[in-house]
C-alpha cells in the first residue's frame, strides 16, 4: 500500500463509532488509516465516509478466532 507521507495507522472495529471517530481524527492529521471490522461491508462504508472527507482510507476484514486450549 503506498501512503502520502508514510505514517499508518491501523483500527480495529472502526466501522463505527469511537474507532470511526479516531480514525477521522488520525486521518486529519495525515495519517493513512486502515480501518478494520469484522463485517466487510460495514468496514468498506466507514472507508468511503472517510475518502469522501478527503483522508487516505483503506480497509481490511478483521478474523478474529478464539481457542479454549490450556497451555
Given amino acids: ?5 508514510g505514517k499508518v495507522v491501523l483500527i480495529t472495529g472502526a466501522n463505527k463509532g ?9 486521518g ?3 495519517y ?6 469484522r463485517d466487510e461491508q460495514a468496514g468498506k462504508a466507514a472507508a468511503a465516509e ?6 487516505d ?10 481457542t479454549n486450549k490450556a497451555a
Avoid at 500500500?1 to 507521507?5: L, S, V
Fill in 1 to 5: 500500500m503506498a501512503t502520502k507521507n
Fill in 18 to 26: 469511537l474507532g470511526k471517530e479516531i480514525g477521522r481524527q488520525l
Fill in 28 to 30: 486529519a492529521l495525515g
Fill in 32 to 37: 493513512t488509516v486502515v480501518l478494520s471490522a
Fill in 50 to 55: 472517510l475518502l469522501a472527507q478527503g483522508y
Fill in 57 to 66: 482510507a483503506h480497509t481490511v476484514r478483521l478474523a478474529a478466532c478464539r
